[in-house]
């Protein structure tokens, strides 16, 4: 059961352009929505992460957007650039094992800026 | 700088072997993660551990075990290396207590080939 749903799956833009990856959930117990970026042969790292009282995060060019009502948030990439070419996951934290909180992750998106 | 290390970052293994992938955190933190990464899947929890010795099963926990003997190093093993556990591994480790905004750092991944 897929609880994070990511799309699309991979996405090319143009330098300069806007880029969007969107993400919806079903399970309304998550609590947190971190965005990771995974440059090829590095590990994931935090870009950006938005809690759910909350309906839009800025952080430079990278904008997050969340719909409480409809269980969807996205990224948005402003002036996208070639360096941000790189594999995208968003996540939604949830509590387990008492106290402690695991993600649960998108499938990822793959993106490419052409120069 | 949070650091984690993993012991290799290419492995490959034969059928029924039995494999150890060791994990390594330097910042005391008191929450590790062993996820593996798959082209279209995205990132999938295998095991964690909140505390020396204390482990819970994550999403896809068949066919692996995990040790945590002391607070900085996570080990995955599989017992009897089979071709369908091919994958890249992710380590990731937070610091805990209960913080719901709690950052997953991860390593650079071990690339499993196992023929």
């Known amino acids: 059961q897929q609880q994070v749903k990511q799309s699309p799956q991979s996405l090319i833009v143009q330098k300069g352009g806007i880029s969007i990856i969107n993400c919806a959930y079903e399970n309304t117990a998550f609590d947190y929505f971190p965005w990771y970026q995974q440059f090829p042969g590095k590990g994931p790292a935090l870009l950006i992460a938005?809690?759910?009282?909350?309906s839009e995060k800025k952080e430079g060019r990278f904008t997050i957007s969340f719909n409480k009502s409809a269980k969807q948030f996205s990224l948005h990439i402003m002036d996208s650039q070639p360096g941000d070419s790189a594999t995208y996951f968003c996540?939604?934290?949830?509590?387990?094992?008492?106290?402690?909180?695991?993600?649960?992750f998108g499938k990822g998106t793959l993106l490419t800026v052409n120069p | 700088d949070v650091k984690v290390t993993q012991s290799s970052r290419y492995l490959v293994k034969r059928t029924g072997e039995k494999v150890f992938l060791e994990c390594v955190q330097d910042?005391?933190?008191?929450?590790m993660f062993w996820y593996r990464q798959d082209p279209g899947l995205g990132l999938r929890l295998i095991y964690f551990?909140?505390?020396?010795?204390?482990?819970e099963k994550g999403d896809i926990p068949e066919g692996y075990s995990v040790s945590r003997e002391k607070k900085e190093r996570f080990s995955l093993i599989l017992e009897s290396a089979s071709t369908n556990q091919t994958s890249m591994y992710l380590c990731a480790s937070t610091v805990g207590g209960g913080v719901y905004t709690d950052t997953q750092y991860f390593g650079p991944g071990t690339r499993l080939t196992v023929l």
């Open positions: 938005i809690r759910p009282d909350v």
């Open positions: 996540a939604a934290s949830l509590r387990s094992g008492g106290s402690n909180y695991k993600l649960t």
């Open positions: 551990s909140y505390d020396v010795k204390m482990k």
């Open positions: 910042m005391d933190h008191e929450n």
